[in-house]
């Protein structure tokens, strides 16, 4: 059995503590250290809602690459940061798995070429839930026959990005398929700035933000006299987690930057 030496950036997020559970039930991962810039010298069981680990923390991801022999990195941390710390651990050798949304196009562009300099493989991916791949992946194929196209995605009210990673690669996906296409009356305006939401190649997209939400996303379509709507929605953080443990065994296989969790699922 293959094991693999990781490191956790952002332990004390939402998803970084679950990431950290994963390392830390599943055998054949060993999380070596973790990265968080408020406890340089500490312990992970130091941590604010840690009792146990005696796993250090650096601030300093340079140094703990330098220091420690890693495999993976694993990156649930902001957008301000996530393409440095991709970058940090291409140069040091370091595979980066990175759930961490608000990537451009042109930033994984450039992270792909370092990756392919290299040699070495490296994963971003919007979501991790295999539900969520399904949906965009059954949008794309609906797109092909239905093209008015409504993305709504709803999230809890501390997301920093808008629109959410996943509703960008849904759109993607089905620009992929959907030949660009204004929606609407043409003769349409808005009384109230952003009511139509976000324009993608004619696709609307609309970001909602309240408590209580986690991650939410529906797929409108609309033809004549019917509509169809698909949906997913994750109810908690561990529904994630599977598509974490499968990119971390994946990228150490990889050559390049895989954008999606699709590309590794088939
Ligand atoms: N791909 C997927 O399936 C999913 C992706 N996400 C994405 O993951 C990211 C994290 O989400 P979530 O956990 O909800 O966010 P949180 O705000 O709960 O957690 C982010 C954590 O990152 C820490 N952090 C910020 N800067 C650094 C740094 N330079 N080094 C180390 N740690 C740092 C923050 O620490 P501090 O408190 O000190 O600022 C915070 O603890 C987001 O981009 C989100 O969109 C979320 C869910 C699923
Ligand atoms: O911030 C979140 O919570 C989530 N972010 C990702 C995104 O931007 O799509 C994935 C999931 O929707 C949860």
Known sequence: MNTYKLVVAGPRGKMGREAVALCLRESQFELVAVIDTQHDGALLKDLDGYIEGDIPVYTNMERCFSELHVDVLIDLTTPAVAKTHMEIALAHGVRPVVGTTGFTEDDIHSLRAQAEQKGIGAVIAPNFAIGAILMMKFAQMAAQYMTDVEIIEQHHDAKLDAPSGTALKTAQLISEVRAPKTQGHSDEEETLAHCRGGDFEGMRIHSVRL??????????????????????????????????KLAVEQVMTLKTLVYGLEHLLD
């Not at 033809?223 to 908690?236: A, K, Y």
């Open 211 to 244: 408590p209580g939400r986690v991650a939410h996303q529906e797929v409108l379509f609309g033809g004549e006299g019917q509509t169809l709507s698909i949906r997913h929605d994750s109810l908690n953080r561990a529904s994630f987690m599977p598509g974490v």
